[in-house]
């Protein structure tokens, strides 16, 4: 049985041999035997599909740390910001 974010890949991909082609797999059979992404294959997994690295393999990588110290520069980058100052 397949896990859901493989699922969840080859549904956005269209299908088990669309991802295989994006992937760069001549066999889409190796992809239909996968019971979850596999580790090598996951950042190519993530790059053809646009599903997080942390989604396809959570047991591997973590979600992106979410915190509100992050600097957002202001538009015209900092040097604009300082001269209207």
Not at 7 to 20: D, F, K, P, Q
Request: glycine share 8%; hydrophobic share 40%; no cysteine.
């Amino acid at each position: 049985m397949r896990d859901e974010p493989l699922m969840r890949a080859i549904r956005t991909a269209g299908g088990v041999s669309a991802l295989a082609r994006a992937i760069g797999m001549r066999n889409p059979q190796s992809v239909s035997q996968w019971r979850r992404v596999p580790a090598g294959r996951a950042r190519s997994v993530a790059q053809a599909t646009s599903i997080p690295l942390h989604e396809l393999r959570p047991d591997l990588w973590d979600p992106p740390a979410a915190n509100d110290d992050t600097i957002i520069p202001p538009p015209g980058g900092a040097a604009a910001h300082a001269e209207a100052a």
